[in-house]
């Protein structure tokens, strides 16, 4: 048995002496700047929401069948109450293109509402397990899908506009207000996702979040102004609704689309806090799920 000589430092493998990534030398790199940091978590964010939208090229199934549902909405139920004058809409607005932009908002929430059932897949499958031991931040996982969920209500939104457009709705062709409601759908439908995510942590089961998401799914939609103005619902119902961010999302939508006064600014920061408080909640549940 020998021993090193006395003043020499122990040997060393090579991948022991590699630095960690991202520190190749401390006494000589400064430390990461919150740019820096804010920069690479929006990389892997747009890299975990590219992983999500390359499933669609897969399997569109789903985008074609989920176009059913809003245009049964804007054929019948549309038309009709846009024949018996029901409704009061806003003067020289038709029925069918008030309803046009609630029904978008309505085809972007039941895309995001049942988006923790894709979670609860990836824990099953050792998915997510796989991706909890990375140094990706967990609110980045959640960012990716939730946003990821945005997008494909973008898809989804440009078949009800052209839908609409083909029942003769006039909207809005300024290339700025367009970009601001793919925004606002992309906010809405990562706020509703969150929410999924949310609701499968606490459910930890697909069967129990299928059931609580159809369970909410209804009185999100009804409780906002999507079919009918807030000033004709009862006082308690118009105290719900703007509890609901359905509702700023659907303004919004109005605004930009149609051009029906609204309050753009309080609607995007509604969605904007509504979405960061998703994000937040779903983290912290996030490592609950992954047990």
């Known amino acids: 048995m020998t021993s090193a000589a006395?003043?020499?430092p122990p040997a060393v493998?090579?991948?022991?002496?590699?630095?960690?990534?991202?520190?190749?030398?401390t006494a000589l790199l400064p430390p990461d700047t919150p740019a820096a940091i804010v920069r690479r978590l929006g990389s892997r964010i747009v890299t975990l929401c590219w992983v999500e939208l390359r499933k669609i090229r897969h399997d569109r199934t789903e985008l074609y069948t989920?176009?059913?549902q809003p245009a049964l909405w804007l054929l019948i139920y549309g038309e009709v109450f846009t024949r018996?004058?029901?409704?009061?809409t806003p003067?020289?607005?038709?029925?069918?293109?008030?309803?046009?932009?609630?029904?978008?908002?309505q085809s972007a929430l039941f895309i995001a509402i049942f988006y923790g059932i894709q979670i609860i897949w990836e824990r099953d499958a050792g998915i997510l397990t796989k991706l909890m031991v990375t140094?990706?931040?967990?609110?980045?996982?959640?960012?990716g899908k939730a946003f990821?969920?945005?997008?494909?209500?973008?898809?989804?939104?440009?078949?009800?506009?052209?839908?609409?457009?083909?029942?003769?709705?006039?909207?809005?062709?300024?290339?700025?207000?367009?970009?601001?409601?793919?925004?606002?759908?992309v906010l809405g439908s990562a706020f509703f996702s969150c929410l999924s995510m949310t609701i499968a942590g606490l459910a930890l089961s697909r069967d129990r979040l299928m059931g609580i998401g159809q369970a909410i799914t209804m009185p999100l939609f009804f409780s906002s102004s999507a079919l009918y103005p807030e000033r004709i619902m009862p006082g308690w119902l118009q105290a719900i609704s703007k509890c609901n961010p359905l509702t700023?999302?659907?303004?919004?939508?109005?605004?930009?689309?149609?051009?029906?006064?609204?309050?753009?600014?309080?609607?995007?920061?509604?969605?904007?806090i509504a979405t960061v408080l998703g994000v937040t909640a779903s983290a912290l549940l996030l490592p609950r799920l992954a047990r």
Not at 84 to 88: R, V
Not at 91 to 105: E, Q
Request: proline share 8%; no cysteine; aromatic share 4%.
């Open 248 to 272: 700023y999302e659907v303004d919004a939508l109005r605004g930009l689309l149609i051009g029906t006064p609204a309050n753009l600014g309080l609607d995007i920061l509604v969605l904007v």
């Open 6 to 8: 006395p003043g020499v």
């Open 84 to 88: 018996i004058h029901a409704i009061p």
């Open 66 to 68: 989920r176009a059913i």
């Open 135 to 143: 140094p990706t931040p967990r609110a980045a996982l959640i960012s």
């Open 148 to 185: 990821a969920a945005g997008v494909r209500s973008v898809v989804q939104a440009i078949v009800v506009l052209v839908l609409s457009a083909l029942l003769g709705v006039s909207l809005t062709d300024d290339p700025l207000k367009l970009l601001g409601a793919a925004l606002v759908v």
């Open 91 to 105: 003067h020289g607005i038709s029925y069918l293109a008030y309803l046009a932009p609630g029904i978008l908002a």
């Open 13 to 25: 493998s090579a991948e022991a002496a590699l630095p960690e990534p991202g520190h190749f030398g």
